[in-house]
């Protein structure tokens, strides 16, 4: 987490901020919830993409009831409003089973109409895609900038590139940021990480994770 942190400000410091943001997101995902979403927010909104801070702040609401203070509410207002977020709102709920014992929460995922072997992953700041699965989809990068990812297990260098929709059962969310990667171990086509997750009230039990809008 503090790596990811600390990269993330190294980085900024750099003007490299699209590679700065994405180490923000990962620190987040490894349970640096209080502090990060008033970070992405100062610099995201120089980039012109609010919801991602607006995001980041509904979900550290979640990890941290003590993080959803009325100042911090009323920046996420603030950034949804100027970001039109509502536009990117989660809709349909679905639930996950997996068995408390196995390592991989393994799911169907839908990209942009196609189906792929994904696993859900916390501790993944992006959604994840292969190379081969994004292109099958029919999704590009964006941006030219070289990141780093944390999935599987392993530190992966990554392109960004924004999947139209991602949907998982009855849950689905338009235009979720995603990092395409050369390929990932056990024939995955993707990683399903909090770009997708942060779209949703998350409830997770011991064996089942609920999905519902926010």
Request: net charge negative.
């Amino acid at each position: 987490m503090d790596y990811w942190w600390w990269r993330g400000e190294a980085l900024q410091a750099q003007g490299l901020t699209r590679r700065a943001v994405a180490d923000y997101r990962q620190a987040m995902a490894l349970g640096a919830t209080r502090v990060t979403p008033w970070r992405l927010a100062d610099i995201v909104q120089g980039i012109d993409r609010p919801c991602e801070a607006a995001f980041a702040f509904a979900a550290s609401f979640d990890d941290d009831e003590d993080n959803a203070t009325d100042l911090a509410e009323d920046r996420r207002r603030y950034l949804w409003s100027i970001g039109d977020c509502a536009n990117l709102e989660a809709q349909g709920a679905t639930e996950i089973r997996f068995k408390p014992d196995h390592a991989e929460i393994a799911v169907d995922a839908i990209v942009a109409g196609k189906h792929g072997r994904f696993v859900v992953e916390r501790s993944a700041g992006l959604v994840v895609l292969t190379r081969a699965f994004a292109e099958h989809a029919g999704v590009t990068a964006t941006d030219p900038t070289e990141i780093w990812v944390l999935a599987a297990g392993k530190i992966l260098p990554a392109r960004v590139a924004t999947a139209p929709s991602i949907a998982v059962g009855d849950a689905r969310a338009p235009q979720v940021d995603v990092a395409i990667v050369d390929a990932l171990p056990g024939k995955l086509d993707g990683i399903l990480g909090q770009s997708f997750l942060w779209r949703f009230s998350s409830e997770w039990g011991e064996d089942r994770l609920t999905l519902a809008p926010r």
